[in-house]
């Protein structure tokens, strides 16, 4: 669930966030849905899937978010461009594609770790 996890939030929701702030836009549109329910639905039936064909739709994912993040100019790519994942704090500034980039490594980082404690640690 984990993996499938992952591939929906890359799919879904990180392509198109950076897709969208690559054109000016502010990222908001991109996302199908501010309710959860969608994702959850989308990794459970993804997560029915063999472990392969999740990898490589979850490597696809990350090659198409290099790609964009690649096509960046710096000042655009660290100006603040969407009000996703803002803490809700009055005050708060909107987020850069940089941060939404390091936020989608960082993800991938935590389920990742999830996903190798279960390969190294699960039982024989």
């Known amino acids: 669930m984990n993996l499938a996890h992952l591939v929906v939030y890359e799919e879904r929701i990180a392509v198109p966030v950076l897709e969208a702030l690559a054109t000016g836009a502010d990222g908001v549109s991109a ?3 501010s309710r959860e329910d969608w994702f ?3 990794a459970v039936a993804l997560s029915k899937d063999e472990v392969g064909v999740m990898v490589a ?3 696809k994912a990350r090659v198409r978010q290099i790609d964009i993040v690649e ?3 710096p000042d655009r790519f660290n100006a603040p461009a969407t009000p996703l994942w803002s803490s809700g704090i009055h005050g708060t500034p909107p987020h850069s594609a940089g941060w939404v980039a390091t ?5 991938t980082w935590e389920h990742g770790s999830a996903i190798l404690r279960l390969v190294l ?3 024989r």
């Open 103 to 107: 936020k989608t490594f960082q993800h």
């Open 31 to 33: 996302t199908p849905s």
């Open 40 to 42: 959850l639905n989308d």
């Open 57 to 59: 739709r979850l490597r």
């Open 121 to 123: 640690f699960a039982p």
């Open 71 to 73: 096509s960046y100019d």
